[in-house]
């Protein structure tokens, strides 16, 4: 049998993964959704307006900024940067995921 | 193949605000890499677009959150915009309907004070006031708004023709209730002993039992099918609301719910 990546399970965690992105650089959106797709060997079908909505939604919870770069060939870009209350959460979410991740790989073994 | 083309498109029914334009630029911007990337990549130029748009999913959603505050700020402005949909023809024909309204009023009543006859009156009445108020339901009906799409002139037709028989059954249930009267005793009294007359209609019961039965079925004649055709009509009435009318709905049932339902 072939292992399946399951986009849903990583779905969950788009918002995570984009402030994982973020804790050593600012990025705009195609180079994070490139990131996220070379990391993943292409295997997780990322859409768009998943990571869009996310950018929004952490945006608005004021855990990234927003600001246009100023380049001065090529197209403008928008970039992302994390704050202060952005790494907070980074990190109770990476907390979270090993917590929950070891209760998960408890659950779903074979009961003897 | 036009980026900007598709996404203007993608976000047609959403106001524009600078929050929006802002993340229609953003996105744009994004497609026109990601193709670019992918040609790169060696695909042709066309799949690495069909690419770009199949990978979007369904960015409305955003819109709803970036375009949302928007909406509320210009939705009483929305609601009464409805001069823009009325054309230069169809303000003609309000007009002209108003016209034959004002004669529906005016001729009945010359008529009256002329004649004193109640039948005479709503003989001069009943080509007028079927005009004009048939007219304005049609005109209404047919009439688009901010809110609600325009009904298809088929079907206002078959509106016009249900109000139609109700109103001429009940004009002429009046006229054949009053027939009596032109050679009734009253034919030779003034104005006033008319009114009287008119008022106390009650005498006209005994003397014209006739047309009291004649009455009731010229009204089972025209207006009860009218009337019947009439709740076919409504019954069956779809909802014409315009799509952002039902999203504003929705959106209100999804907030009524999520703050007031007891989980």
Same mark, same amino acid.
């Given at each position: 049998m072939e292992p399946k990546l399951s986009s849903d399970l990583l779905r969950g965690h788009t918002d995570t993964i984009v402030l994982a992105m973020l804790m050593n650089a600012d990025r705009y959106g195609l180079e994070i959704y490139n990131r996220i797709l070379s990391r993943t060997d292409e295997q997780y079908e990322l859409k768009v307006d998943t990571l869009y909505s996310s950018y929004k939604r952490l945006e608005k919870e004021g855990c990234i900024m927003s600001y246009w770069g100023n380049e001065t060939q090529g197209a403008r870009r928008k970039y992302y940067h994390i704050t202060d209350k952005g790494r907070i959460v980074y990190h109770q979410n990476m907390l979270d995921w090993e917590f929950t991740q070891k209760i998960l790989s408890n659950l779903l073994k074979e009961e003897k | 193949m036009d980026i900007q083309k598709h996404i203007d498109k993608m976000f047609a029914d959403y106001q524009e605000n600078p929050a929006l334009a802002d993340f229609k630029e953003e996105l744009t911007i994004h497609i026109d890499e990601r193709i670019k990337g992918l040609v790169k990549k060696g695909m042709d130029e066309k799949s690495a677009f069909e690419k770009a748009i199949n990978e979007l999913g369904d960015v409305s959603v955003i819109a709803d959150e970036i375009g949302k505050k928007k909406r509320q700020d210009v939705f009483s402005e929305m609601y009464m915009?409805? =001069? $823009?949909?009325?054309?230069p023809v169809k303000s003609a024909l309000y007009v002209l309907c108003g016209l034959v309204l004002g004669l529906a009023v005016i001729l009945p009543l010359l008529t009256w004070y002329a004649s004193g006859m109640v039948t005479g009156t709503v003989m001069v009445l009943l080509p007028f006031g079927m005009a004009a108020v048939l007219g304005f339901l049609f005109l209404g009906l047919m009439q688009e708004t901010a809110t609600r799409e325009a009904m298809s002139w088929k079907r206002a037709i078959w509106y016009v023709l249900a109000a139609g028989l109700i109103l001429f059954g009940v004009l002429v249930a009046f006229v054949t209730y009053f027939g009596m009267e032109s050679v /009734?005793?009253? $034919? !030779?009294? /003034?104005v006033i002993d008319t009114y009287v007359y008119t008022l106390y209609g009650n005498k006209m019961f005994k003397q014209g039992s006739t047309s009291v039965v004649g009455a009731i079925t010229v009204l089972m004649i025209f207006s009860l099918p009218g009337i019947a055709l009439g709740i076919f009509l409504i019954l069956t009435?779809?909802? =014409? !609301?315009?799509s952002w009318v039902i999203r504003q709905r929705e959106e209100q049932m999804k907030y009524a719910d999520e703050h007031f339902s007891r989980k």
């Open positions: - | 915009k409805t =001069r $823009n949909y009325i054309t /009734g005793p009253s $034919n !030779s009294a /003034g009435e779809k909802d =014409r !609301s315009k």
